[in-house]
């Protein structure tokens, strides 16, 4: 997809082909993942938060849009798998060539 930075595409990559490691590699050092409020930071949180509620639970996304360009760059999704499933809004801010924050919204 062309609508979002290469970072960002990176971590959809992962996830469709349920690559935790890749996922990871995809922040930065002190990257976070804000779940709905609650924050994950660094590798090793961030890892064991989708080992327990996003890739560990074969989370998929499908009917992927842009909803606001650039950066931050916002998408929405269908998200399916064992966990939540749902429409949903992450957006991402990308610092260099890593993802420094991926929001979780509705």
């Known amino acids: 997809m062309t609508d979002v930075p290469a970072p960002v595409q990176r971590i959809l ?5 349920g690559d935790t490691a890749a996922f990871v590699r995809a922040f930065d ?14 590798h090793d949180r961030i890892r064991a938060w989708s080992d327990k509620e996003f890739i560990g639970v074969q989370v998929s996304f499908s009917d992927l849009t842009v909803a606001e360009p650039g950066n931050p ?3 929405r999704v269908q998200v399916g798998g064992n966990g939540f499933n749902g429409p949903s809004g992450f ?3 990308v610092r260099g060539d890593h ?7 509705a």
Do not use: K, L, S, Y
């Open 73 to 75: 760059v916002t998408i």
């Open 29 to 42: 050092a002190d990257g976070v993942v804000d779940d709905w409020g609650r924050e994950f930071r660094g």
């Open 91 to 93: 957006t991402f801010d």
């Open 13 to 17: 990559d992962a996830i469709d082909a």
């Open 99 to 105: 993802v420094h924050r991926m929001t979780i919204t």
